[in-house]
């Protein structure tokens, strides 16, 4: 298990960091809000890192902190700005974000290394303090799934309308998702180019959003173990398929088409849709054994105790008695 | 008798004397370019009432419901909730002001169970996140509901239906779903969009039984419905609107005779039919 550990070391911290980038752009998602600025962050928060260790001299703890504090204001002015677009002018408004950042990384002269970038960013950050950061983002973001928040932002994204009408203030929660965005994007790429020594242009921009989307459409958009699941295959399958040369582009391609269209709440999804069936199946046996709801003619369930004087009302239902119907229509009256 | 309507001033049953009304609309109006939903409409609402509206489709009912939850802007008017003016407020600070309503058609959250499509409305009530939580590590039960919720399942005849999910239950089903949501919610002020849409007969008389059996909470509750003899049954007063006006208010039997509300329904020409047979 050690020897695994180390050998395949890379591999874990790209895990966890694309973990963690594919979550700064799913928690946005599961609030309707449709942002890819967390891919912006990701290049801050690698950028800001590199440039408070190697220019500043901060301790590896200190920088990551500053630096998802810094993008977490970001993401809230960022979010102020454009939160009241919506759809696909609000994708695109993120996504020029994006671009900006790796223009300003490029053109940064000897702040952010040009077109080279930052190298000899050595610090102390270990493994465990990886794992223990990466834990605690997950679990926060656990707990925005779960109880009474979670229904809140369910609500806010399936049916914002509602979401008002129950008490619950939509572009709050919008501006929160951008904010939360800003600090996961910026942990993401602050932790990534602390253990990789090095950022440059190419390592940010458009291609963090391929490959965050492509996790959480493949593992599942609505919870943190579709992300989990979406980085683990993304991250180990590239390597994976070393074995077949040039071919793996094409493999990883049908992989990502057979995902989008066959499962479009991702594998996480189906797993669920399994556990709802499972518990379906053992609910309506137990229901049926004790007299309780049971599934009705066209589908839908009612107690069975109501069942006789349900069926004997539709026989006898009228059709709505509308005003009309208390006066006598002429016959043929148009 | 129903009277009929004058375009200004304030109109509804007289509540008892010194009793500020749950809701008051003065020249409430909301137009859309040149059309003009709803046009100066004025009344009061006292707790313990159930009030009905009706009215031809298009004639500005729902426009008016979404007004009052500040879902559509005003264009003019004031609304007062239990005297103060809230024509201002958000319409998500409306629910804490205790105002729940339901919608024309049924807007449940597919992937959560019945029980917490309810629990959303007993999140609205001020406190009940506490009562679920008390207790050590109460936070980390997210399945336990909440009293208003296990009320809310009971009075409209959902027990054994918790676990189930909007998509697993009959059209009548989910509506008594959205209308144990608002009841969660613990209102003052109940705003009913046409809730029996689609339900039968017996679920129609169960929803209008639910309602009397809460007026007696000192609940307001505005029923918009297109079945008259429903709001015969349910309600104390009805509002006929027509072209985003009322036409006519008083007792719900006197008002479907109102000429003017058969000829918003029928059409003069069926009215004059209707009167020489």
Request: with cysteine.
């Amino acid at each position: 298990m050690s020897d695994f550990f180390s050998s395949n070391l890379v591999l874990v911290q790209s895990t966890l960091s694309g973990l963690i980038l594919a979550l700064s752009i799913q928690v946005p998602l599961r609030m309707g809000v449709f942002s890819f600025a967390g891919a912006g962050s990701y290049g801050i928060g690698a950028y800001a890192a590199g440039i408070l260790v190697l220019r500043y001299e901060f301790g590896a703890l200190t920088a990551i902190a500053l630096t998802v504090v810094g993008t977490a204001v970001i993401g809230f002015l960022l979010g102020a700005v454009i939160s009241k677009l919506n759809g696909l002018y609000l994708a695109m408004a993120t996504v020029a974000f994006d671009l900006i950042i790796s223009v300003v990384a490029i053109n940064g002269g000897e702040l952010t290394g040009a077109s080279t970038g930052l190298f000899g960013i050595l610090t102390d950050f270990t493994m465990t303090q990886m794992v223990a950061l990466t834990v605690a983002a997950l679990a926060l973001v656990a707990m925005s799934e779960v109880g009474r928040l979670g229904r809140r932002v369910d609500t806010v994204r399936d049916d914002p309308e509602l979401a008002a009408s129950m008490g619950i203030n939509v572009r709050r929660y919008r501006l929160a998702a951008f904010v939360v965005s800003g600090a996961l994007g910026g942990l993401a790429g602050a932790m990534n180019v602390l253990v990789r020594s090095t950022v440059g242009p190419l390592d940010i921009g458009f291609g963090l959003i391929v490959l965050a989307l492509t996790m959480i459409i493949v593992g599942g958009s609505r919870s943190w173990k579709g992300a989990l699941i979406g980085a683990v295959i993304f991250t180990w399958l590239p390597d994976l398929l070393t074995v077949i040369g040039e071919w793996q582009e094409l493999v990883y391609g049908v992989i990502v088409a057979i995902a989008a269209i066959l499962l479009p709440r991702g594998i996480y999804g189906v797993l669920q849709d399994g556990w709802r069936w499972a518990q379906r199946t053992r609910r309506d046996r137990r229901a049926a054994a004790r007299g309780g709801p049971v599934v009705d003619d066209d589908g839908g369930l009612r107690p069975q105790e109501d069942e006789a004087a349900v069926l004997a009302a539709q026989a006898a239902d009228q059709p709505h008695r509308e005003l009309d119907q208390l006066s006598s229509r002429p016959q043929g009256a148009s | 008798m129903s009277t009929s309507v004058p375009q200004t001033g304030t109109s509804g049953p007289p509540g008892p004397a010194g009793t500020t009304p749950v809701l008051e609309l003065r020249d409430v109006a909301v137009h859309f370019g040149g059309v003009k939903a709803v046009d100066g409409i004025s009344l009061q609402l006292e707790s313990g009432l159930i009030y009905g509206i009706i009215g031809p489709n298009g004639s500005g009912k729902s426009t008016l419901i979404a007004a009052v939850t500040r879902l559509t802007p005003l264009t003019r008017g004031e609304l007062l909730l239990d005297g103060r003016p809230v024509h201002d407020v958000a319409a998500s600070r409306l629910a804490g002001l205790g105002v729940a309503r339901t919608f024309q058609t049924v807007r449940l959250l597919p992937d959560l169970t019945v029980r917490a499509n309810v629990q959303i409305g007993a999140d609205a009530r001020s406190g009940d996140e506490a009562q679920q939580r008390r207790g050590p590590a109460g936070w980390l039960r997210p399945r336990a509901a909440s009293p208003a919720v296990a009320e809310a399942v009971a009075r409209t005849r959902l027990e054994g239906f918790e676990d189930h999910y909007p998509s697993e239950l009959s059209y009548g089903t989910q509506r008594r779903v959205e209308i144990a949501r608002a009841i969660a919610m613990g209102p003052r002020l109940l705003l009913l969009d046409e809730p029996t849409a689609g339900m039968n007969q017996t679920e129609r008389a169960e929803i209008s039984a639910l309602m009397r059996s809460m007026r007696t909470d000192g609940l307001c509750q505005l029923l918009v419905e297109h079945d008259v003899q429903m709001m015969i049954d349910t309600c104390d007063y009805v509002f006929a609107m027509n072209s985003g006006r009322l036409i006519a208010q008083g007792a719900p039997a006197d008002v479907v005779q109102d000429p003017a509300v058969q000829e918003a329904y029928l059409g003069r020409k069926w009215r004059d039919h209707a009167r020489s047979e």
